[in-house]
């Protein structure tokens, strides 16, 4: 069968091959050239078979998503999305309008509630999520997904015997997640896949070509996983990763290409289960009592050694959930243990992972490019709970609060960072995560524009181990996002406002059109 080419003239192409370039040239699924417009091959005498006019727009690398939760992104699209609610009373009558909606057997689930910036932090009771669900069982992930509020339904006898349970029907730890596996797994299968589309399609339409689904006990069951890497060719390309200990071969059984994931060393800041050195300042216990509270660390440094191991006997990429400083001491001690076993080069090699790594100091950056770590992380994690008077200040206080994420540390010595979302944690927003990377509450952490875009991008790439992608060079992949600007990367950034993809390419296949180029 022949290749089609195509030739794409008359716009802006982001490409360090010519920054004079107006066009490129797509041959089936491989950028053929690229440069001005003068100088672009013809229908008569370079084999052009197609010829799209973009009008002045902006050509640049599509974007990948380091980290996202595909079934959990749709049903939040889908249905109950409690992102917007400012109050106790704002929840339940979202509930309540929801549950209507719903068979009187169905369990209600929401997501993407956020206390800390209510005037009254007071959440909903079980008894309250009760009444406005109409007597259905009520799950409502927190923003973090690492707790929840739910129904009494739900609070049965096993929750009440397990490590993280309270009456009030706030959970964490291991009662979050026996809770949460009984929500989810009322989500029939047509649902799952259902919400996976409206989830890639949805990234597709963002101009992003791949996704990383990070699953795992805990987080999502091994039929979910498995679905999300099975959309086919024409949504964006799902890199699986499953975060499940000592369980590299399984992992590749599963289809996934590292071990990796939301293998949890520790929990979240929002939901005070990250792990801290030093206690957080706004610990309190079911009564509402101030107490010592550092947060849990889920594994040893023994069980991280184990496990990197492990990977490395298999060929396989290992990463860990790390956000505290204590749990990334604890995976960075584990890892000089694996080292000790296999030697540091074949660590090097296996370009490891950590999730979010937000509190670390310089000796830990400094163990981070020892073992040549990758750090997945999540900007808009700063722009939305960082500075002096966030979530992260009222959990840690405004110094460790603005020591957090430190993205410009991470990148001034050549840390490979690639970049995310967590969505539904947070939105799926390239263009807003970049942003949010520019412009950190606390300056030194700032990187530039192009070294974000490339983070969002070719760093997406790389942390799967695939380093021809992500730039627009002759010979390498043609998978790119054409915007409806005229402006280059760095003056998009330096707005407020996000193009709009136009097309998303994946490797010359269009996964979103949104319009039809003449």
């Not at 889920?298 to 505290?324: K, N, P, S, W």
């Amino acid at each position: 069968m022949s290749r089609m080419r195509t030739l794409f003239r008359g716009g802006r192409v982001h490409t360090p091959a010519d920054p004079s370039a107006t066009a490129l040239l797509v041959d089936g699924d491989t950028i053929a050239w690229l440069g001005p417009d003068a100088d672009a091959p013809t229908r008569a005498g370079g084999g052009v078979d197609r010829v799209v006019d973009l009008d002045g727009a902006l050509v640049t690398p599509a974007f990948v998503d380091a980290h996202v939760h595909t079934t959990a992104t749709g049903l939040t699209l889908r249905g109950l999305n409690l992102a917007g609610t400012r109050s106790r009373q704002q929840v339940l009558d979202a509930v309540a309008a929801h549950a209507a909606t719903l068979p009187p057997d169905a369990i209600v689930i929401g997501h993407g509630w956020d206390e800390s910036g209510w005037a009254d932090q007071t959440t909903p009771s079980a008894v309250e999520l009760d009444r406005a669900g109409g007597g259905r069982a009520v799950y409502l992930s927190r923003t973090c997904v690492h707790a929840a509020l739910v129904s009494s339904k739900l609070l049965t006898d096993a929750v009440k015997v397990t490590a993280g349970y309270d009456s009030s029907g706030w959970l964490r730890r291991d009662a979050h997640h026996l809770v949460r596996e009984v929500a989810y797994g009322s989500v029939s299968r047509a649902q799952i896949v259902d919400a996976q589309r409206a989830a890639l399609t949805h990234a597709a339409s963002l101009g992003i070509a791949s996704v990383h689904e990070c699953g795992g006990p805990g987080t999502s069951g091994e039929d979910d996983f498995v679905a999300a890497m099975s959309h086919g060719l024409w949504l964006p390309e799902v890199y699986g990763l499953w975060g499940e200990p000592n369980a590299a071969a399984k992992a590749k059984e599963l289809g996934a290409v590292g071990a990796a994931g939301d293998l949890y060393a520790d929990g979240a800041l929002g939901a005070r289960t990250a792990h801290l050195s030093s206690a957080y300042l706004d610990g309190r216990d079911e009564r509402g009592q101030r107490v010592d509270e550092h947060g849990h660390g889920y594994l040893t440094a023994g069980q991280v050694t184990e496990h990197v191991v492990d990977c490395v006997r298999h060929g396989m990429q290992g990463g860990f959930h790390a956000i505290g400083d204590q749990a990334i001491v604890t995976v960075l001690d584990g890892f000089a243990g694996a080292a000790k076993q296999v030697g540091v080069e074949r660590i090097r090699a296996g370009r490891h992972r950590i999730e979010h790594v937000e509190l670390l100091d310089k000796q830990a950056i400094a163990r981070l490019v020892d073992f040549g770590i990758v750090a997945s992380v999540q900007p808009a994690f700063d722009r939305l709970w960082g500075g002096e008077r966030g979530m992260y200040a009222q959990r840690l206080g405004k110094a460790r609060s603005l020591a957090s994420n430190p993205i410009g540390a991470l990148a001034g010595v050549g840390v490979l960072l690639a970049f995310g979302s967590d969505s539904p944690v947070t939105d799926l927003d390239p263009w807003g995560s970049c942003r949010a990377a520019m412009r950190h509450h606390n300056p030194v952490q700032r990187i530039g524009a192009k070294a974000a875009f490339a983070a969002h991008t070719r760093g997406g790439w790389r942390a799967v181990g695939i380093d021809d992608e992500g730039v627009l060079n002759p010979g390498w992949s043609a998978t790119f996002a054409v915007w409806d600007t005229a402006d280059d990367i760095s003056e998009v950034l330096h707005t407020d406002s996000n193009p709009q993809a136009r097309v998303t390419v994946l490797r010359g296949r269009p996964i979103h059109s949104r319009q039809e180029p003449r």
